[in-house]
């Protein structure tokens, strides 16, 4: 797709030079609506008031934030406890039905991702989280019910 001497030939001739990603473009369209009417800046205080929501629930959970120095405002990742296989959080989270991602390469196992952004709001959020504490109980990281939803909806509940 980005041959660009092969697609200007191509478009010469009314012609692509690849099959086009029909569905990717169409989806970008609407997306693109969608941030249009919602607004950029409205977009990104979204996913920022939902990012401070992940990572006060995550910090009152007593887990710790993977990067320490510029933590995103799209996703929040958070390195596994002691003891537990990030892998095996990812896997329980989506047996009840909530896609989270697990680490990549030299992360694999240590860490999970916990996305906050597009589509994403703050009942998923809420959701999430408490589905979180479960799965983490269940591993045998021991933490208090509600501890880390209660620290979110704190987030949430403010005005903006």
């Given at each position: ?5 092969k697609?200007?030939?191509?478009q010469?001739?009314?012609?692509t030079?690849?099959?086009s ?10 997306v693109?609506?969608?941030?249009r ?6 977009v990104?205080?979204h996913n920022?008031?939902?990012s ?11 887990l ?10 799209v ?18 989270m ?8 697990g680490g ?5 196992g240590?860490i999970f991702?916990i ?39 704190e987030?949430?509940?403010?005005e903006a």
């Amino acid at each position: 797709y980005f041959d660009f001497a092969k697609q200007l030939k191509s478009q010469q001739k009314n012609q692509t030079a690849y099959t086009s990603a029909v569905t990717l473009t169409l989806g970008l369209q609407y997306v693109l609506g969608w941030i249009r009417e919602r607004g950029l800046e409205q977009v990104f205080a979204h996913n920022q008031k939902l990012s401070a929501a992940t990572k006060a629930a995550v910090k009152a959970m007593g887990l710790e934030l993977f990067s320490k120095q510029y933590p995103s405002d799209v996703l929040t990742a958070v390195q596994a406890p002691a003891g537990v296989d990030g892998q095996k959080v990812v896997a329980k989270m989506r047996e009840r039905g909530i896609w989270i991602a697990g680490g990549q390469a030299q992360a694999k196992g240590k860490i999970f991702r916990i996305a906050h952004m597009g589509y994403i709001d703050e009942q998923d959020l809420i959701g999430t989280i408490g589905a979180l504490e479960a799965v983490l109980n269940n591993l045998g990281y021991q933490v208090a019910l509600g501890v880390g939803v209660k620290a979110a909806q704190e987030i949430l509940g403010k005005e903006a």
